[in-house]
Every structure is written in structure tokens, then in C-alpha cells.
């Protein structure tokens, strides 16, 4: 069974810099996607970035970016010039692709609380 | 972009009674919707995974009477927690995937936050 770690439940940085959220996960499995997902205050959940395993680039989302380890299992998530709007909760999570699109599913770390300080 | 809604947000009800949850694909035809349930300060959790026009399939150790669910469009999805107790209270998310590939990014709807007692 895949599992996802974060081990940092709750992290601080200030305005304008830059924080790096951990994430490891474990599997056997050759095809997957790996997601960041925000959580607000809001509770509405939004996608951040996606990683399909099979692409050495590293994604890139404005100011968000991920650091993707396949060998090490590591997804870690960078945040630059951070804003008092990022201020959520950010959850890993992994997807194993095939053996039947339509049930395909994600499987969650258990957060990290980012609060970022004016 | 794509938008799902639940619906009620936020419901009370007292033990015993049982309690609808909806879930809508606004904009897009979802073959599939997840639900999941998330207590204070944790992750979220699959409860189950639900196709249009087939029964659902459960993850281990959600009880499936308890928790009846139902995909009858292509844009709406129920939960109802039938019989519900005060340790059924949580707050209840659905998803919806746009697309029936090997890969749809799933959409999520804003929570149900379910108190009984």
C-alpha cells in the first residue's frame, strides 16, 4: 500500500521569503502523479501543483515549485516571496495510475500548517 | 475553471436521524466522485469512490448501510449517513473528476460540516 509523510505539521516563515515544505511517500508502483494541495481557512480544497512521475522537470507554478526526487521518494514543495494569502494548510498527496482510470484515487499526507507572519 | 457545489455547508441533526449530503459537477460531466471526511486538524480521508449508474466502491472499514451512496447523473452524487451518532459528526468532502481518461484532475466541493447530537 502507497503511504505519504509529511513531517513537518506546522511551519512559520515571513512575508516575502521563501519556505520549503517536506513530503516522502512510498511505493512500488512506476506511474503516478504527485499533488500539493492547499486547504485554506475556507476548508475549499485547491490544487497548488502536479507532478507526473515519468517527467524529470521539476514543475513550476508561478511561485510555487516542487523539488521531485523519484530515487529518494521525496516531493518537497517551495514557496517563494510568500504571501499573507498562503497562509493554509498544505497537504501532499500521491495517485497510482492504471488498472482502471475511473478509480484512480488520492491518497493524503497528514498536512503541514504554514503560517505566514506580516 | 471547473466548479462543484454541496450542499447543505453545514447541517445539525439529532442521533438517530439520518442526513442527505449533495455533491454537483456545475460545469462538466464527472463520471466519477470521491467522498471523503476530514476531522478537526487532520487529513482527508477516502471514504469512498463512486461511478454514475454503478454501486459504489468502498474503502475498507467505511460501512457501506451506514453510509449509502448514490451516483445517479453524471453531475450529482449523494452521501447519506443513515442512523447518524455524535461520532459520525465531521466535516464531509466531495470530488469530482472531469473526464474519464487515465488521468482527470479531481475538483473539490467545499465541505459539509455535520454536527449531530
Known amino acids: 500500500a502507497q503511504t505519504v509523510t509529511q513531517s513537518q505539521p506546522e511551519m512559520s516563515v515571513q512575508e516575502a521569503e521563501t519556505v520549503t515544505l517536506s513530503c516522502t511517500y512510498d511505493t512500488s508502483e512506476n506511474n503516478y502523479y504527485l499533488f500539493w494541495y492547499k486547504q485554506p481557512p475556507s476548508r475549499q480544497m485547491i490544487l497548488v501543483i502536479r507532478?507526473?512521475?515519468?517527467?524529470?522537470q521539476n514543475a513550476t507554478e508561478n511561485r510555487f515549485s516542487v523539488n521531485f526526487q523519484k530515487a529518494a521518494k521525496s516531493f518537497s514543495l517551495k514557496i517563494s516571496d510568500s504571501q499573507l494569502g498562503d497562509t493554509a494548510m498544505y497537504f501532499c498527496a500521491f495517485m497510482k495510475l492504471g488498472g482502471g482510470g475511473a478509480t484512480n484515487k488520492l491518497i493524503f499526507g497528514t498536512g503541514t500548517l504554514l503560517a505566514v507572519q506580516p | 475553471g471547473a466548479v462543484v457545489s454541496q450542499h447543505p455547508s453545514w447541517v445539525i441533526c439529532k442521533s438517530g436521524t439520518s442526513v442527505k449530503i449533495e455533491c454537483r459537477s456545475l460545469?462538466?460531466?464527472?463520471?466519477?466522485m470521491f467522498w471523503y471526511r476530514q476531522f478537526p486538524k487532520q487529513s482527508l480521508m477516502l471514504m469512498a469512490t463512486?461511478?454514475?449508474?454503478?454501486?459504489?466502491?468502498?474503502e475498507q472499514g467505511v460501512e457501506k448501510d451506514k453510509f449509502l451512496i448514490n451516483h445517479a447523473s453524471l453531475t450529482l452524487s449523494t452521501l447519506t449517513v443513515t442512523s447518524a451518532h455524535p461520532e459520525d459528526s465531521s466535516f464531509y468532502i466531495c470530488?469530482?473528476?472531469?473526464?474519464?481518461?487515465?488521468?482527470?484532475?479531481?475538483?473539490f466541493g467545499p465541505g459539509t460540516r455535520l454536527t449531530v447530537l
Open positions: 470530488s469530482a473528476r472531469e473526464g474519464s481518461g487515465v488521468f482527470g484532475e479531481q475538483f
Open positions: 463512486s461511478n454514475e449508474g454503478s454501486k459504489a466502491t468502498y
Open positions: 460545469d462538466f460531466q464527472a463520471t466519477t
Open positions: 507532478q507526473e512521475a515519468y517527467k524529470q
